[in-house]
C-alpha cells in the first residue's frame, strides 16, 4: 500500500519490489556492489560495475522479476517506446525524464508515486546514487508510460 496520498492504493507489484530494494547504493572505489551488477544483468550492460548510470537497469529488473518484460535497455529514453503511452500518470507507471536538452539523447526512468503544481516524485535506482525516492522538474518530463499486457 502506499499511503500519504488521497487515499491509500494498492501499489503495482513491481513497484512493491522496488519499494523493497530501496537503500541499494554503489559501493566505494575498487568495488561493485554485487546488487546492482545483478540490474544491468538485465540490460545491455550485463557484466558492467555500479559506477555507470544504472536508472534504466533497476526497472528493467523490477519488471523482469514481476514477470513483466522491460525493454533490455540500459538508455533511459529506450522506455518512450515501450509499452503503451499514458495521456496521465498513474502509480508505478514509467516516467521518462530528459537532462540537459528534450531533443537530446540523455534521460533518466523512474516508478512514478505523486506530482505537484512543480515537481514530479518518483522511485527508482540512481537517483542521488540509490534506490530512492527523488523529485524531478515536472517540466522535464517526456512521457508516462504502462506495460502492454496490463
Known amino acids: 500500500m502506499i499511503s500519504g496520498m488521497t487515499s491509500e492504493i494498492d501499489a503495482p507489484a513491481w513497484l512493491s519490489l522496488a519499494f523493497a530494494e530501496r537503500g541499494v547504493r554503489p559501493f566505494g572505489p575498487g568495488e561493485s556492489n554485487p546488487r546492482i551488477v545483478e540490474y544491468n544483468g ?3 550492460l550485463a557484466g558492467y560495475d555500479d559506477k555507470i548510470s544504472w536508472c534504466s537497469s ?3 529488473w523490477c519488471l523482469a522479476n514481476t514477470g513483466h518484460r522491460g525493454t533490455g535497455s540500459a538508455l533511459a529514453r529506450s522506455w518512450l517506446e515501450w509499452g503503451r503511452a499514458l495521456e496521465a500518470p498513474v ?3 514509467i516516467v521518462v525524464l530528459f537532462r540537459d536538452d528534450p531533443a537530446g539523447w540523455k534521460g533518466h526512468v523512474g516508478f512514478y508515486l505523486r ?3 512543480e515537481a514530479i516524485y518518483l522511485f ?3 537517483q ?3 534506490v530512492r525516492e527523488n523529485s524531478y522538474p515536472l517540466t522535464s518530463v517526456l512521457g508516462y508510460r504502462w506495460p502492454e499486457s496490463i
Open 42 to 44: 538485465h540490460t545491455n
Open 128 to 130: 542521488l546514487g540509490e
Open 115 to 117: 506530482h505537484d503544481a
Open 91 to 93: 502509480v508505478g507507471c
Open 58 to 60: 533497476f526497472l528493467n
Open 124 to 126: 527508482g535506482g540512481n
